[in-house]
């Protein structure tokens, strides 16, 4: 008992102790290393920080069992693994501090931003994209839009032409037309306007994509890996539409669900009003009453 009681007692000496700083830093590291743990886990680094842990524990038991030799080569080894690993990962650690950096700025950004004012734009916006993907499916037509967000694309637009128009289904069909100079790049949207088309975005270095996707599919992973862009493809060799995001490839759209899915990405229903619902509502009921119209004329 009363080895029971000094221990009870020894807990609540160090407990007592703990103050609200403690905590809170605490809670910091905690929220530090789940993000660094969600990071390594989806990522080829899963592997590498297995194979690190593993000579971690070589080096401790070549400690314990007084192995020179092995000690001295993994000690060596430690000294100049962090600077070998920033250079392999490179393009990892790029994404991840980009994404770090756009979260807070995007609360930052919106503030006192009135949002119902540019729903209609959206709204537009996504219907004149939603119609031109579809149309390209039917006819085959390879394309890959990129949608920008919080992350700024000026190094990639830059490679491609600047063309700075309204965006309307019959110009995107004709910058994506097989004969036309800009088809084989990649087209940009900034503020609900066709920025730039002709671009070239990175390719993606992750080996476990299908090998069956092609260079248009490599580098809409490769520029979701980098940014927070969405990013839509139409396959030249099937017509199926895919959206990239966060580094992920979802395929086989149909016009209702990329309709559904762009609106859910780009119409935040965080924080909105009544009455921009509304407008959203409105817009949505008339743009399917006129599609509806258009095909039964048809």
């Not at 994404?95 to 503030?111: D, H, T």
């Not at 039917?138 to 965006?167: F, H, P, Y």
């Not at 476990?208 to 139409?234: C, F, P, Y």
């Not at 817009?283 to 039964?296: A, G, M, Q």
Request: proline content about 1%; hydrophobic content about 45%; glycine content about 6%.
């Amino acid at each position: 008992m009363d080895f029971i009681r000094q221990f009870f007692s020894y807990i609540w000496s160090i407990i007592s102790t703990v103050s609200f700083i403690d905590i809170v830093d605490i809670a910091i590291v905690a929220f530090v290393f789940y993000y660094l743990y969600k990071f390594i886990r989806e990522r080829r680094a899963g592997k590498l920080a297995a194979g690190i842990l593993i000579l971690m524990l070589v080096l401790m038991l070549s400690s314990l069992l007084e192995m020179h030799a092995i000690g001295f080569i993994l000690t060596n080894v430690f000294q100049v693994g962090i600077i070998a690993l920033i250079i392999v990962f490179q393009p990892e650690l790029r994404s991840a501090l980009e994404k770090v950096g756009a979260e807070p700025l995007r609360g930052l950004r919106n503030i006192g931003e009135n949002k119902t004012s540019s729903t209609s734009q959206t709204v537009a916006l996504i219907s004149e994209i939603t119609q031109a993907v579809c149309d390209m499916s039917l006819d085959k037509t390879g394309a890959l839009i990129v949608i920008e967000r919080s992350t700024k694309l000026g190094d990639i637009i830059k490679s491609g032409t600047v063309i700075n128009a309204n965006t309307t289904a019959f110009l995107i069909r004709n910058i994506f037309f097989n004969k036309a100079p800009l088809h084989d790049g990649a087209m940009v949207i900034r503020d609900d306007r066709i920025y730039s088309a002709g671009c070239f975005l990175p390719l993606s270095t992750n080996n476990d994509i299908i090998k069956d996707l092609g260079t248009r599919h490599r580098a809409a992973i490769g520029m979701s890996e980098n940014s927070d862009a969405i990013i839509i493809v139409v396959s030249e060799e099937t017509g199926t539409i895919s959206i990239a995001l966060e580094g992920q490839l979802k395929r086989n759209y149909s016009y209702n669900t990329l309709k559904a899915e762009l609106t859910r990405l780009l119409v935040s229903t965080e924080g909105q009003t009544s009455k921009s619902k509304k407008v959203i509502s409105r817009l949505t009921r008339k743009e399917d009453k006129s599609e509806n119209n258009t095909k039964s004329d048809d």
